[in-house]
């Protein structure tokens, strides 16, 4: 298993600025996902980090928006950037420690931007 | 891509309540998971069950890959039940998890 320690748990932001969004997860791990859950939907994945590369985002997903780092193989952070009310979401991290099976999150950031 | 149904979208029960819910999927599967997203929104991982039968307390689920459906059972719900349901499946040649719409519990007391 893994444990997940995401920070901030939740917060309200002005339009206009950037939110990080940091997870630290317990043991080392090749891939950490992070995903967005607009309210009342279901997840809808951003982004896979890997340590040492650029992050792979999926379709509609941008790094401008959304760059993230992935410093060593414990660690990652997502920023929101340039936030607009549409962004009011529950962001996410998740990992497999063990490929492929088991996944873990984190306990998620409820962002509301007004 | 492989798509993911869930059923019943809702359910309404009574505490001391039996529940079953679905998961549909449409193509070939290497992964499947259940997960419950409590009201705070944390998700917890209940089940990684890509086929077979497996039981954790009032909680069981089966996943029968030839016919491309899981099944989770809640026996004798709890308030504390309550919250989203989540099938979530990884195709063979795809490592990331296609997300069902999950189903929304509410027990009530």
């Known amino acids: 298993s893994a444990v997940i320690s995401q920070k901030p748990s939740r917060d309200i932001c002005q339009r206009g600025t950037s939110l990080t969004i940091q997870c630290q997860v317990d043991?080392?791990?090749?891939?950490m996902f992070w995903y967005r859950q607009q309210p009342g939907q279901s997840l809808t994945l951003i982004a896979t980090?890997?340590?040492?590369?650029?992050?792979?985002?999926e379709s509609g997903f941008v790094i401008d928006k959304f760059p993230i780092s992935r410093p060593n193989l414990t660690f990652s952070t997502l920023t929101v950037s340039n936030m607009s009310p549409e962004d009011s979401s529950i962001y996410l991290c998740?990992?497999?420690?063990?490929?492929?099976?088991?996944?873990?999150f984190g306990q998620g950031t409820r962002l509301t931007v007004v | 891509g492989i798509q993911v149904e869930q059923s019943p979208p809702d359910l309404i029960l009574q505490e001391g309540a039996n529940s079953t819910l679905r998961c549909n999927f449409s193509?070939?599967?290497?992964?499947l998971q259940w997960f419950h997203q409590n009201p705070w929104g944390q998700l917890i991982n209940l089940f990684y069950?890509?086929?077979?039968?497996k039981q954790n307390g009032r909680l069981s689920a089966t996943t029968v890959a030839t016919e491309r459906y899981s099944l989770l059972y809640i026996s004798s719900s709890q308030t504390t039940d309550s919250g989203v349901y989540f099938c979530a499946v990884g195709g063979v040649s795809n490592y990331q998890l296609i997300w069902g719409a999950g189903t929304k519990l509410i027990i009530k007391p």
């Open positions: 069950i890509p086929s077979g039968t």
């Open positions: 980090a890997n340590q040492g590369s650029e992050a792979t985002y």
């Open positions: 998740s990992v497999e420690p063990t490929g492929n099976t088991e996944a873990f």
């Open positions: 043991s080392q791990v090749t891939m």
């Open positions: 193509d070939s599967v290497n992964n």
